[in-house]
């Protein structure tokens, strides 16, 4: 690719939007008040704003390897007090994808040198879920679950910090589960009942707050 098409891109969108509205920028700049905030994925295949048929200025957008949400990661632990206590949103989406490079390391016993740490953190999912991912005998069935998993728990994740608890009680915010089949585009709500996940653990999670 050579880098300054991109400048010629960015030319191109920049008259293209100014075409479809001369105050499209100025109106832009004025701030953002997302509804939801998108934990997500990295790879390239997945951008949010797309795939939800969504725009510049709907969505808080915070991605890394596997859509994780791990407590001692201040970048995903800004994210979310940023985009609660500070711009209020009433939706926070945890999406995960099929065919997820991540989810699959963690699966192998490589050793992936700096990524290590990272990707033990969804070895502790497989371990929390040995049970049911060792009863599925299919390994590309077991992927799959795994990576379905890996959401639930990071969605848990997200209950536990003391901002989302504040706003879940008070009943400012609602989690939600994803999955993005990317061999047919569809989102796939996996229909997590974050009521009763959070019954099972808060008696130890929850905090004063």
Avoid at 40 to 55: F, I, K, N, Q
Avoid at 76 to 98: D, E, K, T
Avoid at 129 to 155: F, S, T
Wanted: hydrophobic content about 40%; proline content about 1%; charged content about 25%.
């Amino acid at each position: 690719m050579d880098i300054n098409q991109i400048f010629k891109n960015n030319a191109d969108w920049v008259s293209k939007k100014l075409g479809e509205d001369s105050e499209y920028f100025t109106n832009l700049a004025k701030g953002q008040s997302p509804a939801i905030l998108y934990i997500g994925c990295s790879d390239s295949r997945v951008t949010a704003e797309d795939m939800m048929g969504l725009g510049p200025g709907d969505v808080f957008v915070h991605r890394n390897i596997a859509n994780m949400v791990i407590n001692t990661d201040l970048s995903s632990a800004g994210v979310i007090n940023y985009a609660v206590v500070h711009l209020g949103v009433q939706h926070i989406v945890i999406c995960g994808h099929y065919g997820c490079g991540g989810v699959k390391a963690a699966m192998s016993a490589a050793d992936l040198g700096i990524l290590n740490p990272y990707l033990r953190e969804i070895r502790d999912v497989y371990r929390t879920h040995k049970d049911e991912l060792g009863a599925i005998e299919d390994e590309e069935e077991r992927y799959k679950r795994l990576i379905e998993l890996n959401v639930q728990e990071q969605c848990i994740n997200v209950a536990k910090t003391a901002e989302v608890q504040k706003a879940y009680r008070q009943g400012k915010i609602t989690i939600h589960g994803w999955v993005l089949d990317l061999s047919s585009g569809k989102i796939i709500d996996l229909g997590i009942d974050m009521d009763a996940v959070l019954k099972n653990i808060m008696e130890i999670y929850t905090l004063d707050v």
